[in-house]
């Protein structure tokens, strides 16, 4: 028997194909969402709005600026990158 891997929809290698009751549940889902945020009150969107600027500012701008690319800076190649992390996975003090 195929083991099936559910979460990508895949037995033995091959695409299982989504039949109707699926799609319609994804359908479904998508509308209560959409009718959701269309029917929200307008502090409720005001309140998106500020929370997705709060994620874009953690993840955009404060990468940027306090966790600069480190093993580019200091090593050339893919080995010299992947030794470094190894030895301080093994050497941690």
Known sequence: MPREDSDMGIVAGKKRKTNK???EMIKKIASFYRNGFKNMPSWGKKLWLIILIKLFIMFA???????????????DTDEQKSDYVKEQLINKK
């Open 21 to 23: 009751s699926e799609k």
């Open 61 to 75: 701008v404060l990468k940027i600026f306090f966790f600069p690319d480190f093993l580019n800076t200091k090593f």
